[in-house]
């Protein structure tokens, strides 16, 4: 029980009593965001790990396909740096017979 003072005994228990019930759920509280933190966490690995394997599909793919065209004897795409220069289409006259 509090010290004797000038509030009435019922306030001032139900005030100790509401601040012992907030203190003793504040490591339930703090597990509680933990884990939702962690979950999170974790939810944003496997994002990462999903995209990094769909990926690493799309390059197999790509090296399968050009690999499949040397093999049949086709030129296959050429490496970006030697890619030919855009041919422009001739111009057209407009007046013509």
């Known amino acids: 029980m509090a010290f004797p003072t000038a509030v ?4 001032t228990d139900a005030v100790t009593q509401s601040n012992v019930k ?3 759920e504040a490591p339930a509280i703090a597990l509680g965001s933990l884990y939702q933190s962690m979950a999170h966490s974790m939810g944003l690995a496997f994002e990462n790990a999903v995209n990094a394997q769909q990926q690493a599909a799309v390059l197999a793919q790509a090296a399968t396909t050009q ?3 040397q093999i049949y004897g086709g030129r296959g795409a050429p490496p970006p740096a030697q890619a030919a220069e855009p041919v422009e289409a001739p111009a057209v006259d407009d007046k013509a017979d």
Not at 8 to 11: G, S
Request: hydrophobic share 40%.
């Open 8 to 11: 009435n005994d019922q306030i």
């Open 22 to 24: 907030v203190t003793g």
């Open 67 to 69: 690999g499949v065209v």
